[in-house]
């Protein structure tokens, strides 16, 4: 299946562009050939076809804006999640007190790079890896300090924020690979190239018709579809997720005086 993921915005929206264009030049170009034979009944098969396309894309944008909307969500938890994680971190005996913050900042600092975007595969599986890795060394600071003294309610209280925050990582990771499927972006050119190509014919049987109005509806077809896509990145388009959240949790714990 392709992966139209893989590919720029802006290589997207001129091929997306030039193809519908060329689909609905088509179909002008068909319908001129036909003019003299006439369109009746046309008309309400262009409006049922045209009126699947605006459907189809408004049923794809909800999918890109719900998985936007999720992995915004995602971030803002997995931040709260940290913090918490570190806050109570000072609550443990010295030195796991301090061990744990510096593995917590660590740990912050792959959040905030990886959501800057820009990583490639195997970096991105790289920073996996490490943030596998600081996970197992702030499991092992706490559990020396349940070892210490079972009975404390600041490592019971930490072990919990650890919990949470490791689940909310895993979280994060569904969310941001949880894509609008293939199929659907391909069905929604389909439709996209099918409907064009009607609205040229259609346009084409009057030859009195310009084509600027046809024009402009492909320009604004592809531009939905663009945007659709730039929803579903997240990170790599226009429309990024707020990494605001994680810069509050870095200047937090930079304002930790222990």
Same mark, same amino acid.
């Given at each position: 299946m392709l992966e139209l993921g893989s590919y720029p915005l802006w290589l997207i +929206?001129?091929?997306?562009?030039?193809? *519908?264009?060329?689909?609905?030049?088509?179909?002008?170009?068909?319908?001129?050939?036909?003019?003299?034979?006439?369109?009746?009944?046309?008309? #309400?098969?262009?409006?049922?076809?045209?009126?699947?396309?605006?459907?189809? *894309?408004? +049923?794809? +944008? @909800?999918? #890109?804006?719900?998985? +936007?909307?999720?992995?915004?969500?995602?971030?803002?938890?997995?931040?709260?999640? *940290?913090?918490?994680?570190?806050?109570?971190?000072?609550?443990?005996? @010295?030195?796991?007190?301090?061990?744990?913050?510096?593995?917590?900042? &660590?740990?912050?600092? *792959?959040?905030?790079?990886?959501?800057?975007?820009?990583?490639?595969?195997?970096?991105?599986?790289? =920073?996996? #890896?490490?943030?596998? =890795?600081?996970?197992?060394?702030?499991?092992?600071? @706490?559990?020396? @300090?349940? =070892?210490? &003294?079972?009975?404390?309610?600041?490592?019971?209280?930490?072990i919990n924020a650890l919990n949470e925050m490791f689940d909310s990582h895993e979280k994060r990771l569904a969310m941001f690979r949880d894509h609008v499927p293939s199929i659907v972006l391909l069905s929604l050119y389909g439709f996209a190239i099918v409907g064009m190509a009607l609205a040229g014919y259609s346009d084409g049987l009057d030859k009195r018709l310009i084509r600027l109005p046809i024009h402009m509806m492909v320009i604004l077809v592809a531009l939905a579809i663009a945007l659709i896509q730039d929803l579903d990145r997240s990170m790599t388009g226009f429309l990024r997720i707020d990494l605001r959240p994680l810069a509050d949790t870095v200047a937090t714990f930079e304002g930790f005086q222990d």
């Open positions: +929206f001129l091929v997306t562009t030039a193809v *519908i264009m060329v689909a609905a030049e088509l179909g002008r170009w068909y319908g001129l050939r036909n003019a003299a034979r006439g369109g009746s009944g046309l008309g #309400a098969l262009e409006g049922a076809v045209l009126g699947l396309l605006t459907l189809m *894309i408004s +049923f794809t +944008f @909800a999918m #890109a804006l719900s998985r +936007f909307d999720g992995r915004r969500e995602a971030v803002v938890t997995e931040a709260n999640a *940290i913090g918490t994680a570190g806050l109570r971190a000072r609550m443990l005996p @010295a030195p796991m007190n301090a061990e744990s913050l510096a593995l917590l900042k &660590d740990y912050l600092q *792959i959040r905030v790079d990886g959501a800057r975007g820009g990583w490639t595969e195997q970096q991105r599986q790289v =920073a996996l #890896a490490r943030s596998g =890795a600081l996970q197992e060394q702030l499991w092992h600071v @706490a559990k020396q @300090a349940a =070892a210490r &003294d079972n009975g404390m309610v600041p490592t019971g209280l930490y």
